[in-house]
Nanobody, 119 residues
Framework: QVQLVESGGGLVQPGGSLKLSCAASGSFFSINTMGWYRQAPGKERELVAVIISGSSTNYADSVKGRFTISRDNAKNTVYLQMNSLKPEDTAVYYC?????????????WGQGTQVTVSS
């Protein structure tokens, strides 16, 4: 059974920083794309950042220059460093990964971690 477990959310003041982590565990062959999504109250889930198995990255325009996605393939972990946080970054952040198992490739999701930016 594949699991994605997130950590690192919390309450931070505007202008502050947080680092999210998401570790994949279980039985699988490989992890392809890993990424972070977020969902604010009353809004649809949106892409924040993705990283391909190498180092290719893509960011939402709203976070470019402030957020950095990275991964440690040896630890099956993806990170999201969030700097210069704004109140509009407040949301539940979800980790996602496209993982190859014996039944094929599927997208897996973490349980979500709350990020609140408020003074």
């Amino acid at each position: 059974q594949v699991q994605l477990v997130e950590s690192g959310g919390g309450l931070v003041q505007p202008g502050g920083s947080l680092k999210l982590s998401c570790a994949a565990s279980g039985s699988f062959f490989s992890i392809n794309t890993m990424g972070w999504y977020r969902q604010a109250p009353g809004k649809e889930r949106e892409l924040v950042a993705v990283i391909i198995s190498g180092s290719s990255t893509n960011y939402a325009d709203s976070v470019k220059g402030r957020f950095t996605i990275s991964r440690d393939n040896a630890k099956n972990t993806v990170y999201l460093q969030m700097n210069s946080l704004k109140p509009e970054d407040t949301a539940v952040y979800y980790c996602a990964a496209d993982i190859e198992t014996w039944v094929g490739s599927s997208r897996y999701w973490g349980q979500g971690t709350q990020v609140t930016v408020s003074s």
